[in-house]
């Protein structure tokens, strides 16, 4: 999450990331659907996270408005327990694992942010929090890789992990050719205490 972005205006989402650790378990359960289905847009494991909530495009002084409350937001949560564990697709065409560990509590703090940034005049879109890590898509040409790999990735369970940081996080999409790639505009840790 670390190209720059140039443009007067940058595509953005809250999320939270898991530790390279917990990425690595999983991208290790991956490896069999890496060499069996090596056509798939395979997203970046540094780029691995799972979103509150969508910003889309906004001008750069809003996203910097936005830090200082986010910040304090983050410093008002402790870590939440989390883990990866299973898989899925959405419409045959994106690959997930799934979240489990405090999902109530996931929940609560998607709502704070989206109140949060709502009290900023920013309006995310209404969609129900439903907390995954995107792993891939298929290609136009091939849905049934995707429903392939999930069911093979179905069994597996993450140990669980921390979240500790809540993380404001730039696209690059749209911005030229090549894959989206993503980057830490700011990120705050959780309070520990």
Avoid: C
Wanted: glycine content about 8%.
């Amino acid at each position: 999450m670390h190209e720059q972005i140039e443009a007067g205006t940058v595509r953005v989402f809250i999320a939270l990331a898991p530790p390279d650790d917990a990425k690595d378990e999983l991208a290790q359960a991956l490896r069999p659907a890496y060499d069996a289905y090596p056509h798939m847009r395979w997203n970046r494991i540094e780029d691995w996270h799972i979103t509150l909530a969508f910003l889309g495009e906004l001008p750069r002084p809003v996203v910097s408005l936005l830090q200082p409350p986010l910040a304090e937001l983050a410093a008002a949560h402790h870590p939440l327990r989390l883990s990866l564990h299973g898989s899925g697709h959405f419409d045959e065409r994106v690959l997930w694992s799934g979240i489990g560990g405090d999902l109530h509590g996931l929940r609560l703090l998607a709502d704070e942010v989206r109140a949060l940034v709502e009290e900023h005049g920013i309006t995310p879109p209404d969609r129900p929090l439903n907390p995954h890590l995107t792993l891939a898509r298929a290609r136009r040409d091939d849905t049934s890789s995707v429903v392939r790999a999930a069911a093979g990735l179905s069994a597996f369970t993450g140990r669980t992990w921390q979240a500790a940081r809540l993380h404001l996080v730039g696209s690059n999409y749209g911005r030229g050719p090549g894959p989206i790639r993503y980057r830490d505009i700011e990120s705050w840790p959780f309070n520990s205490a």
